[in-house]
């Protein structure tokens, strides 16, 4: 609890109170959770932040202008109380209170600040409309769980404040606003007054400004810091978010890590309590894939995919024309096993509805079998097709057993390891598999490490970053930066939690040579490099040490931590799923003297045309 120095508001929180405080005159203040008259005593909640007091106005102690005062009193009133701190009988003791052992008999009681009602309760179970709730936030954010929810937020961003200074690491503030430079996320433009026709960047994340801070010679870098990125929303997505992020010099891979995980340690440790293992397992990129689909994969359940390819090249198809076509293609094969206890809850119906999931994700369909008779695929689609040969190979490299359901997907690699990676999760949620969060066991922190530097990009036909342009490739993969460019992997690291990414990051590529041949190979010209690029070449000239960091996703972070139900409850003032803050109805049209300045000109969306009447 506070220290608060009294005063004529209050001596005490209402969540302070305790046994050892009876017989004290004391003054409280908050607003009025409940009223109630019982019997002609009167019974007040009064609430603030830090909890609950339970306030009595009986006649023959109060008086009876407070005990009258007190009955005029409505919910979500501000109200002043005067009292003695008393013992509750027995009969009235609430064990879910941690006032629940005391009550405060009032003498006085001081209206500071009449309400109308609320259109939302502030009570925790609330169920209402997700835009009612964002349009009255101030309202939404007086309930015990959003207030719990703020100051699990306050104490993760001490912990982590603590630790890194702990470690020599300095805060710095860099620039929100920065030129816009290719690559990374759709940013949001800010039009210059001062420059006609020019326009800043919002920083999407302080990348290039913590790197040219290791030049600097500040050694290790640290800020939690507001990003923006103008991006389509989701449940986990804000176009303004918050990174802990952080650079540091004359560093490997291990350093960071260490770091990192020292980090998630003390946050666990000092916001709930739990003690977090570390150091945290180093799982392949190219094995995530394999297994999951994904790169940041929920390993909480199984249902792991296995890949096929290579068994149907062996057998040429095993009489399926189809993945013997995509194969020689270049195509994949993976395939998913649904155990017997499942699968009998699937039937063919439910097969055919799977069917309609992942054709909405690109897929032609589903290839599917149910194992039976020790191993015959029954009457599945591609029973007459297959071979007993690979069938039978199939089947052990699945695992199969009768009764199993077998999914299998083929085609592009990047589609059938979306698909994939998809329906596993949507098997795990309709069979409930996946934990849910704060059951034991359930805090599984990994690093994906060792992702290729490059994806082709189809319709530029070269190839781009995969994630940004200033990742060291590894030492072994130098010689490919030309030659074969997808070959390239890079020391680019994920940290992963429960199938999310709550960090990511890399040793930078520190020496000019280096990053002009990553440019090459991206196509970038000479010309480009230096009008985007310049100013962070050039700072690599005057002796840029080897570097790396991370950046955090904080909000992501703090959802998983508090166990909220979208990530936008960890914001005190979010965005909805349209990028519309309810409350003050930004975005908005601005003055148009404001555009004029600016030499902004906004054209209005053109209208759909109307339908033609039908004609008789």
């Known amino acids: 609890m506070p220290t608060l120095r009294p005063n004529k508001y209050r001596t005490h929180t209402c969540g302070e109170l305790r046994e050892t405080d009876v017989g004290k005159e004391v003054v409280l203040s908050g607003w009025v959770e409940s009223n109630r008259d019982m019997g002609g005593v009167i019974f007040i909640d009064l609430r603030d ?51 629940g052992l005391i009550e405060v008999d009032g003498t006085e009681v001081e209206v500071l600040n009449e309400a109308k009602t609320p259109p939302i309760e502030i009570r925790d179970d609330l169920d209402a409309n997700e835009d009612v709730r964002l349009k009255y936030r101030y309202l939404d954010l007086r309930r015990g769980k959003m207030q719990r929810v703020l100051k699990m937020r306050h104490k993760a961003a001490m912990a982590t404040r603590n630790f890194l200074t702990a470690q020599g690491f300095t805060e710095v503030e860099t620039p929100f606003m920065i030129k816009w430079t290719p690559g990374g996320a759709r940013p949001f433009l800010v039009p210059s007054r001062l420059n006609l026709g020019k326009f800043y960047a919002l920083a999407e994340s302080p990348q290039l400004f913590k790197q040219l801070l290791m030049v600097a010679g500040t050694d290790r870098y640290y800020q939690i810091v507001r990003c923006f990125r103008d991006e389509d929303l989701r449940i986990d997505r804000q176009p303004e978010f918050t990174q802990v992020d952080l650079e540091m010099s004359f560093v490997e891979q291990d350093d960071i890590f260490t770091v990192v995980e020292g980090i998630m340690a003390s946050v666990w440790k000092d916001v709930l309590g739990i003690e977090i293992k570390t150091p945290f397992e180093r799982v392949p990129y190219d094995t995530a894939m394999a297994r999951w689909g994904n790169d940041k994969p929920d390993r909480r359940f199984g249902l792991e995919h296995v890949v096929l390819t290579d068994l149907v090249k062996k057998h040429d198809g095993g009489g399926i024309k189809i993945m013997k076509t995509v194969v020689d293609a270049g195509g994949i094969v993976k395939g998913i096993r649904l155990p017997k206890e499942f699968a009998e809850a699937t039937p063919r119906a439910q097969i055919d509805k799977l069917e309609t999931f992942v054709k909405g994700m690109g897929a032609k369909g589903l290839a599917w079998a149910r194992i039976e008779n020790g191993g015959s695929w029954g009457k599945a689609p591609l029973a007459k097709a297959i071979n007993d040969a690979m069938r039978t190979e199939l089947n052990a490299a699945m695992g199969a057993q009768d009764g199993d359901l077998l999914f299998f997907q083929f085609g592009p690699e990047a589609m059938v390891q979306t698909v994939m990676a998809n329906l596993r999760l949507h098997l795990g949620k309709k069979h409930g598999l996946i934990p849910e969060f704060g059951s034991a066991g359930t805090w599984d922190f990994f690093w994906v490490v060792d992702p290729p530097l490059f994806e082709y990009d189809e319709e530029a036909k070269k190839w781009a970053a995969a994630h940004h342009a200033f990742t060291m490739p590894r030492a072994e993969d130098m010689p490919y930066l030309q030659s074969d460019p997808g070959r390239v992997k890079c020391t680019r690291y994920d940290l992963v939690l429960n199938g999310y990414e709550i960090a990511g990051g890399s040793v930078r590529i520190h020496r000019g040579d280096i990053q002009s041949a990553v440019f090459r190979a991206m196509g970038i010209d000479e010309e480009e490099v230096r009008e985007k690029f310049a100013f962070l070449l050039d700072a690599f000239q005057y002796g840029a040490p080897p570097h790396g960091g991370i950046a955090v996703g904080w909000d992501r972070l703090v959802w998983l931590l508090t166990e909220t139900e979208a990530m936008r409850d960890v914001f005190a003032f979010p965005k909805n799923n349209r990028g519309v803050d309810m409350m003050n109805g930004s975005p908005a049209v601005v003055d148009a003297q404001l555009m004029k300045d600016v030499a902004i000109q906004s054209v209005a969306p053109e209208e759909e045309p109307a339908e033609k009447p039908a004609q008789a």
């Open 49 to 99: 932040r830090h909890g609950i007091t339970q306030c009595v106005f009986d006649p023959k102690r109060s008086g009876q202008a407070a005990h009258d005062d007190a009955a005029k009193l409505r919910g979500e009133w501000v109200v002043r109380v005067k009292g003695t701190v008393g013992k509750r009988p027995p009969e009235m003791i609430n064990t879910k209170l941690e006032t």
